[in-house]
């Protein structure tokens, strides 16, 4: 297919520098805040999930999508901005999971993956929320996925595993948040909980306004505190949501609820309010490009929304950052003196689904991300520790006393080698040649063999072969060790400018809110971990050994 290069750029605007068209924004706007001045509100935003190709190509993919680059590219030229990167390291790991980040930011303390709020040793973790509350602050959480999710949790819920989703529902009511808005109704629903309460019902009894519906949001009184639950999981991606009139009437955004977070917060002395883009991160665990950097834009209409706050508001902090990258997706060079990286990238606009929506097509057989997969070993720790989270046990033998039989495998049903291709030219407008849809298929049967492990499973594979249409590549669909962008502005901005720890994040908080207190710490649990040596056989990577590992 011949691409017109000079027609292309002329259409998507590439040819503007990044963001420079942004309307809103200059270097005359609002003077900086003064050092050392204190904020009455503090906002902290969380793209979660979001590498740095992913911000990029996000802003690149706004040029096209809404005539203007992103607002958090224009926010570095604000006089009161304060750049910064951050290290998100985990207790136990180089690569933090989202609960381990959170809670790093919401206690100061280094947890293991997996957990909120409590040290190896079992000692639990006084949040920053407990903490704000007995200051008098107001406390709101916003979240594109379920309220219970890692991210939100880590700021108010503590003791817990981060899967324990149904008593970090009540944790949030014995702890009285003030506003919580996102997705997750079975978590409160009698019906679908394990211990049968109806803690939906009991923050009806608390005095909270539950809602259910964009509309109930709309209208919900200001004088009460909000429970407001969207969808029984997750709230669908923005990618799906713009497409199905439904979910688009039912469904609020990030912005919306973002919007009317701080439309009931505003006349409050104090407040902190959490935003997460969560969805960002989901997307990335399924190699989505589309549907990841719809839901960054969607992360930056909310940025819009807390900017705009501000100019009302001066004496409001706002923090935006990331807990960690995941997958590292990035626009490569393609064709001949890289020629084809834009046109290619122009293609994202026209795909009209999410690949998680995709897999139901594709994938006759309910299916989940860890299953339905060939997941590559992980080795378990030499020091004796449990194995890292997410590695599978090793299934008892069937003649061990007590052994449980496995319950009988349920045949993988996929679509046809035609119908995957009709399925991901409808849904994408890429005409995937039968070659490549063929190499597709065993993955989508599991019984695909990857070279490089991390990438042995359907979504993975489904979305470097879309990199033949969009020009982006992966290099898995897991977390990586990034250290994130951090971007201030406003009274305490300057505390996280230049390289911080996430732990650095609850002792500014706290500072400024004036609150003297400090969390215990465990050692880096990785300081006595297994030699790589014990792990690989490095040796013979390098030829030192007779018979190098084939």
């Not at 399924?286 to 719809?294: E, K, P, R, V």
């Not at 995709?358 to 030499?382: D, H, R, Y």
């Not at 046990?393 to 996929?414: L, M, N, Q, Y």
């Not at 710490?521 to 690989?536: F, I, N, R, Y």
């Amino acid at each position: 297919m011949a691409f017109s290069r000079r027609g292309f750029l002329g259409r998507s605007g590439l040819v503007a520098a990044g963001s420079l068209a942004f309307p809103f924004i200059g270097r005359s706007a609002d003077a900086p805040a003064r050092a050392g001045q204190k904020p009455r509100h503090i906002i902290h935003m969380v793209a979660d999930g979001m590498s740095a190709g992913t911000l990029t190509c996000a802003d690149h993919f706004s040029q096209i999508l809404r005539k203007r680059g992103l607002t958090w590219m224009q926010l570095y030229n604000h006089p009161g901005a304060q750049p910064g990167l951050m290290n998100m390291r985990s207790l136990n790991s180089l690569v933090t999971d989202s609960s381990a980040a959170s809670s790093s930011w919401g206690s100061g303390s280094r947890i293991v993956n997996g957990t909120v709020n409590i040290l190896p040793d079992n000692k639990v973790l006084t949040t920053l929320y407990e903490l704000f509350a007995q200051k008098g602050w107001k406390r709101g959480l916003v979240t594109t996925t379920e309220i219970t999710h890692a991210t939100p949790a880590g700021f108010v819920a503590s003791g817990l595993k981060r899967e324990a989703a149904e008593p970090i529902a009540t944790q949030y009511l014995d702890r009285r948040v003030e506003v919580l808005l996102g997705g997750g109704q079975k978590f409160f629903d009698a019906t679908k909980r394990k211990d049968k309460r109806d803690v939906r019902g009991d923050y009806v009894k608390a005095g909270y306004e539950v809602m259910a519906l964009a509309e109930d949001l709309a209208k919900a009184p200001k004088d009460k505190p909000w429970l407001g639950i969207f969808s029984q999981s997750h709230l669908p991606f923005t990618l799906d949501q713009r497409i199905d009139a439904k979910l688009k009437a039912t469904v609020p955004t990030l912005a919306v609820m973002t919007r009317r977070a701080l439309e009931k917060l505003e006349n409050e002395e104090h407040f902190i309010l959490q935003v997460e883009g969560g969805r960002v991160d989901h997307a990335c665990h399924t190699c989505d490009a589309a549907a990841a950097l719809h839901d960054q834009i969607a992360f930056d209409d909310a940025i819009d929304v807390c900017v705009d706050f501000q100019k009302r508001n001066p004496d409001t902090l706002i923090v935006i950052t990331t807990d960690h990258g995941n997958g590292n997706l990035g626009l490569n060079g393609m064709g001949t003196a890289y020629g084809f990286s834009s046109p290619l990238f122009a293609n994202v606009k026209q795909i009209r689904s999410s690949i998680t929506e995709m897999m139901k097509l594709l994938i006759k057989t309910p299916f989940k991300l860890g299953e339905n997969t060939n997941e590559p070993e992980v080795p378990t720790p030499a020091t004796g520790a449990k194995p890292a989270l997410g590695t599978k046990p090793e299934p008892a033998p069937a003649t061990a006393p007590g052994a449980t039989p496995e319950p009988p495998k349920v045949p993988i049903k996929t679509a046809s080698t035609k119908e995957v291709i009709q399925i991901i030219g409808d849904l994408t407008g890429y005409k995937v040649p039968t070659e490549k849809a063929e190499m597709l298929m065993p993955f989508l049967m599991s019984k695909g063999k990857a070279m490089y492990g991390a990438m042995n499973n359907p979504v993975a594979q489904l979305g470097q072969l879309l990199g033949n249409h969009i020009g982006i590549g992966w290099t898995s669909n897991a977390h990586t060790a990034d250290y994130v962008q951090v971007l201030s502005l406003g009274p305490g901005a300057e505390l996280f400018r230049g390289f911080i720890q996430n732990t650095d994040v609850f002792r500014h908080y706290t500072a400024l809110a004036g609150i003297d207190f400090k969390n215990p710490e465990a050692p880096l649990l990785a300081d006595v971990g297994p030699a790589a040596s014990d792990v690989e056989n490095l040796a013979g990577y390098m030829g030192l050994e007779d018979e190098a590992v084939t």
